[in-house]
């Protein structure tokens, strides 16, 4: 893993890639391969940040077909592991790309420990970050510093926050961001003031789970309304939500599942000031951006096409400015922004995204009766041939 600073390029302007639950296994689903290096290598970022749910760690296990486990030892998982996450580190490796990274609730679903794991993502020169000295929070939550262009200063900051634990003994997932992490966060936004002359560094946050208040950018509505979502309420209630129009813009397409032990995330944000927004993935459907308490929130949807998905598969962008910190552009790039809505482009999707068995099914039979016409139409012709 190499050291060298994150700074803004001799135009200043810095360029993140944001790569949520890209959620596939050893044997990948290479059209989000393609994807993600086609993207790559249009936009150019200069920091890639995979958000979590990196790899289907539950199930690094399983047979390539269906859910009988092949694999029955530590050992033998961890050499899976490593393969998975080469598909999605190795191709930044050879565009030297920096990247680094969060876990999600799907990471840490194995035998493999996030030391260990971190331990694959250090093994690649790229990688950034997971080298924060305070043991007191995970592995994963740390700050990345973008130095300005000519490296004299810090300009902006990275928080990478981990937001989801499994307990291994009990096979039972946590998600929440713990009140260690959110005490650390609150000590080193100061320690970062102080070294910025007394002005908090502007910075964005990204944790793989969304933060409770993200429920307060919908509004509860009548099950007929257009876009209604249903949301199973903790307390067993059925309710309807949709975007609040007020509040967020985008793409509400399932329940918002946010985070369940809530130990004072925002109410710290609320106090430094300093995170211009919070990014989140976790919900692959749903891609929205919002504004709760002065905070902006920022739903990112999946990239992965082995997992649930709809036509919102992609990455989003984060461009910033070095002589404008406190200001940043995002944007989403969908699978046909990326790849084009050519013929090839449209099958490949249908043939590798998980969600797509009508429209695969389709295809096949498509495809069948094309070939039955075909071979009855050459029999036709040569027997008129042969007169």
Request: proline residues 3%; charged residues 30%.
């Amino acid at each position: 893993m190499r050291t060298e600073k994150l700074k803004f390029n001799k135009n200043g302007k810095f360029i993140i890639m944001q790569v949520s639950d890209a959620q596939d296994l050893q044997f990948v689903r290479h059209t989000m391969v393609r994807m993600l290096n086609k993207a790559y290598d249009t936009v150019c970022p200069d920091l890639v940040v995979f958000t979590g749910d990196n790899i289907l760690g539950n199930h690094l296990r399983d047979a390539r077909f269906g859910s009988k486990h092949v694999i029955h030892t530590k050992e033998e998982e961890y050499e899976k592991m490593k393969k998975a996450i080469s598909h999605i580190c190795r191709p930044l490796e050879q565009r030297q790309i920096p990247f680094t990274m969060i876990y999600g609730n799907h990471d840490d679903m194995n035998e493999i420990t996030k030391e260990e794991q971190a331990d694959i993502y250090r093994s690649y020169k790229m990688c950034r970050g997971l080298d924060n000295p305070d043991k007191t929070v995970d592995v994963d939550t740390f700050d990345l510093p973008v130095y300005s262009s000519d490296a004299s200063k810090k300009v902006f900051n990275l928080w990478m926050i981990d937001s989801a634990w499994c307990d291994k003994e009990a096979d039972r997932c946590h998600t929440g961001v713990t009140k260690e992490t959110v005490e650390w966060y609150k000590r080193r936004a100061d320690e970062l003031k102080e070294e910025n002359g007394g002005k908090y560094l502007p910075s964005i946050m990204f944790q793989h789970i969304p933060m409770p208040e993200t429920m307060n950018l919908l509004s509860e509505c009548d099950k007929d309304t257009p876009g209604a979502i249903l949301h199973r309420m903790e307390d067993g209630q059925e309710k309807y939500f949709i975007l609040d129009p007020k509040k967020a813009d985008g793409y509400l397409c399932e329940p918002v599942t946010p985070y369940d032990e809530n130990n004072g995330q925002l109410e710290a944000l609320r106090e430094k000031g300093d995170v211009k927004a919070v990014v989140y993935g976790h919900d692959h459907s749903n891609n929205f951006i919002g504004e709760h308490d002065g905070v902006t929130v920022i739903q990112s949807s999946a990239a992965s096409f082995r997992c649930y998905g709809n036509h919102l598969r992609g990455v989003r962008i984060f461009e910033l400015d070095e002589n404008a910190p406190e200001e940043f552009r995002t944007y989403f790039l969908t699978y046909s922004d990326i790849c084009g809505n050519g013929i090839g482009s449209k099958i490949a999707y249908i043939w590798d995204a998980d969600g797509c068995i009508r429209q695969k099914t389709a295809l096949i039979a498509g495809a069948a009766a094309a070939g039955v016409a075909t071979g009855a139409l050459i029999y036709y012709l040569r027997r008129k041939s042969n007169g």
